[in-house]
C-alpha cells in the first residue's frame, strides 16, 4: 500500500502528525546537499559555470583556462564537487572552489 495524501503519519522528530507527503519532502529537503560556488551563489543541476582559474586536468594532459564555459553541469552529492561535460575530456570533476555561476 503506497502513502497519499490522504494517510497521515507521525513525524517522531517534530512530534506532529502530518500528511504523508509533506513528511516525504521534509525528509528529502534534510537529504539535499547544498553547493555553493567561490563567491557563494548556490549551483544546481543544468547551470553554466565559468572557471576562475586555470587548471591543469590530471590524466588529459591539458589545461582548461581561466574564463573557460562549463556548460549544463550535474551535482554529484557531494557539497564541493560537480560533474561536467567538456569537449575531449571524459568524466570531469571541479571543485565547486574553482568555478563561478554564469
Request: proline share 0%.
Amino acid at each position: 500500500m503506497s502513502a497519499s495524501d490522504d494517510d497521515y503519519v507521525y513525524d517522531e522528530d517534530s512530534g506532529e502528525w502530518m500528511a504523508a507527503s509533506e513528511l516525504a519532502a521534509k525528509k528529502a529537503a534534510e537529504g539535499a546537499v547544498e553547493v555553493r560556488d567561490a563567491v557563494g551563489n548556490i549551483l544546481a543541476d543544468g547551470d553554466q559555470v565559468t572557471l576562475i582559474k586555470d587548471l591543469t586536468v590530471k590524466g588529459a594532459g591539458q589545461t582548461l583556462k581561466q574564463g573557460t564555459l562549463i556548460k549544463s553541469i550535474r551535482l554529484t552529492g557531494d557539497a564541493q564537487e560537480i560533474d561536467c561535460k567538456f569537449d575531449g575530456i571524459k568524466g570531469l570533476v571541479l571543485r565547486a572552489e574553482f568555478v563561478r555561476k554564469r
